[in-house]
């Protein structure tokens, strides 16, 4: 292993195929995943109730199953319509995403004040602006770390990837197909770029993060006139 192996990775076609692969599909399932997560959270954040528990343990069960059992699940539901495995039913596969961004949202909305929505309807806002306006900026932080999750359990999915993926493949089902022939050079550097990419974004996260954080500001208090 050596600086030999990166410029072998990225002379290797099929893997940077996988990368664009796998970026695609994170995308689209992002795409998915925050529409889909955020009405579930304002159907469940209306609902009351034993239909909403119901609901809810409906909702979240993509996060309970096995991948494996999603994967096929998927693979076996959507041949019946005629959509063979792909990129098109991987991401399909991995819209099972939008239950953790409708968690995130769910947390969300329990600091968001109805008053305000209630108010801007009294005073004859349609409901599409007043969401637009008061809600949707309220959910904003959150659907940002919805997107941030959604893409990195899509591009880190194997188990329902491998059972949906038909003949394409994606970063992660290459590297797990090759893996079993053994590790070599080229998965070593691949490993090795994902850990300083990961360690970069978190860095930059954590910068960023002390930056927007407030400063308390010590000001001398001026005396009172007389």
Known sequence: FGLHAFSALFADGRLMTGLLQSGLVGLAVVALSLPLGLAG????????????????????????????VVGLSTLILWREFGVPGGLLLTVLAQTSAAAYAMMLFLVRLESFDPALMEAALDLGAPPSLAMRRILLPHLAPTALAAAAVAFLLSVGDHDITVFSIGSDWTLLTEVGARLRFGPTPVVDAVGVVFVAATLLVAGVWVALHRRARPRAIDEPTAPSGT
């Open 41 to 68: 959270a304002l159907v469940l954040d209306r609902l009351a109730g034993r239909a909403a528990g119901l609901l809810f343990a409906a909702l979240i069960t993509p996060i309970l199953v096995p991948g494996i």
